[in-house]
């Protein structure tokens, strides 16, 4: 099992050509912060990744932050967020780490008004370094909705490889296959 406590809980900031932003392991602090982005991005990040992870509310917000850390602490994945002068521009996790097969599933989300700047783009990259580098993982999954045209040109900009079709694989839809591996 990857001991997900020892990673640190701040990873190297990101210029977006105007400010840095920094990333950091998903707090108690977060929650307005998380709540905030969340309200901002309901709309554009439910169909592909569901409302648990982009709460709209402050008790949804508080609630989602203490099961992503029980996550951690129970091995299953990492949480980290984008800030910029304390708002949340987004979230990038890395989940259903399976210890054995040393593989995992790389998640994410930009607010809509955060688009557009490279920050998903660098969030991922950071994340998947992470994973190769201090995790240990030899392959990282991204599964996305054939629909989901910017999610799909964040895994070619990654250099990740087009594997497939899973049928069914995302809330009862079809999902495009992408891996990255060591």
Known sequence: ????KTLPSRLPPLSNGEHQVSIQR??????MALCEAGQASIHHVRPWLGSELCPV???AARQCIEILKQQREQGYGITYLLLHNERCLG????????????????GFWIRPDACGKG???GLARTLVKLAFSQMG?????????PGNKSSQRVAIKLGAEKE????????GRDALLFSLTD
């Open 137 to 145: 993982l030899q392959r990282i999954e991204l599964l996305i909705e």
């Open 164 to 171: 497939g079709v899973c049928r069914k694989r995302i809330f």
């Open 26 to 31: 998903v707090a108690d602090k977060h929650s």
């Open 119 to 121: 920050l998903a783009v």
């Open 57 to 59: 509310t402050l008790p």
């Open 91 to 106: 979230m990038g996790l890395i989940n259903y780490i399976h210890p054995v097969h040393k593989s995992a599933n790389l």
């Open 1 to 4: 099992m990857i001991d997900l």
